[in-house]
C-alpha cells in the first residue's frame, strides 16, 4: 500500500481539472478559496481555507483557484492501483519476453544455419535437394 501527500497552489488566478483513477483523493484548503463543479452537476460548490473534501474513484471536476491558493492532497492506493509502477513493470516484462524470445529464436536456428545438421545420400536426387512435403 502507498500513500501520497503533496502541497501544490499557484499565487494567481487559475483554473484546471482535478481527475481521480483508481482511488479516491482527499484535498484540504491550506489558504485561499476554491471553486468546484463536480462531473454531472450544473451547481457549483466554494471551498474556503481550512475546508476538506473526497473525490471519489473515477471521477473529475473542473475548479477554479483565486489567487495564493494552496492545497494539501492526500491520497492512499494499492500498489496496483499506481499506474506508473504497472507501467513500469510491464515495459520490464515485455523486455524480458522480448530477451528470451530472441535466445530462443537463436538456439533454434544456429544449427541449421552453421550446418550441423548432416546430409544423407538419400537427401540428393539428380543434383537437387528434395524438399518434403
Do not use: H
Not at 457549483?44 to 492545497?71: C, H, K, L, M
Not at 496496483?80 to 524470445?101: G, P, T
Request: net charge positive.
Amino acid at each position: 500500500m502507498t500513500e501520497e501527500v503533496s502541497i501544490w497552489g499557484w499565487p494567481l488566478q487559475t483554473a484546471g481539472m482535478l481527475t481521480t483513477e483508481y482511488s479516491s483523493r482527499s484535498f484540504s484548503v491550506i489558504s485561499g478559496r476554491v471553486t468546484e463543479w463536480s462531473t454531472w452537476e450544473t451547481k457549483y460548490s466554494v471551498r474556503e481555507a481550512n475546508s476538506s473534501w473526497i473525490q471519489g474513484r473515477w471521477s473529475s471536476s473542473v475548479v477554479q483557484f483565486d489567487p495564493n491558493t494552496w492545497i494539501l492532497e492526500y491520497k492512499k492506493s494499492f500498489l496496483s492501483d499506481n499506474s506508473r509502477m504497472v507501467f513500469a513493470l510491464v515495459e520490464f516484462l515485455k523486455f524480458r519476453v522480448i530477451i528470451e524470445f530472441e535466445k530462443m529464436k537463436q538456439q533454434f536456428w544456429l544449427p541449421f544455419v552453421f550446418g550441423r545438421r548432416r546430409r544423407s545420400s538419400s537427401d540428393f536426387t539428380e543434383g537437387r535437394i528434395l524438399i518434403p512435403t
